[in-house]
Nanobody, 121 residues
């Protein structure tokens, strides 16, 4: 049973940076598509970024294209977030699975509990 564990969230000021990490307990993220999604209070869940198993294809939401970077490192998947804004405040979840489209919607094989990111002005 694969359990996704997110880490790296916290409180940061506007313009600051955070690096989130998604790791698999009881398994591996190798061979799986992985995405980051976020949900702010009172808002729908939204796609942030995704990466294919080889790491060759990365996709980003328009709001993340310039400021965020997704990558694979030592068996985990990270999300480097720079120049954070108040509207980035949300719980960030990791989604992983065999099918990219499902993973990007957050309906893939595996889903993490999330890590809180709070950006203060």
């Amino acid at each position: 049973q694969v359990t996704l564990v997110e880490s790296g969230g916290g409180l940061v000021q506007t313009g600051g940076s955070l690096r989130l990490s998604c790791a698999a307990s009881g398994g591996s993220l190798s061979g799986l598509n992985v995405a980051w999604l976020r949900q702010a209070p009172g808002k729908n869940r939204e796609f942030v970024a995704s990466i294919t198993p080889s790491g060759s294809t990365k996709s980003y939401a328009d709001t993340a294209k310039v400021r965020f970077t997704i990558g694979r490192e030592l068996g985990a998947v990270f999300l480097q977030m720079n120049d954070l804004k108040s509207e980035d405040t949300a719980v960030y979840h990791c989604s992983a699975g065999r099918y990219l489209a499902q993973v990007q919607r957050g309906t893939g094989d595996h889903w993490g509990q999330g890590t809180q990111v709070t950006v203060s002005s």
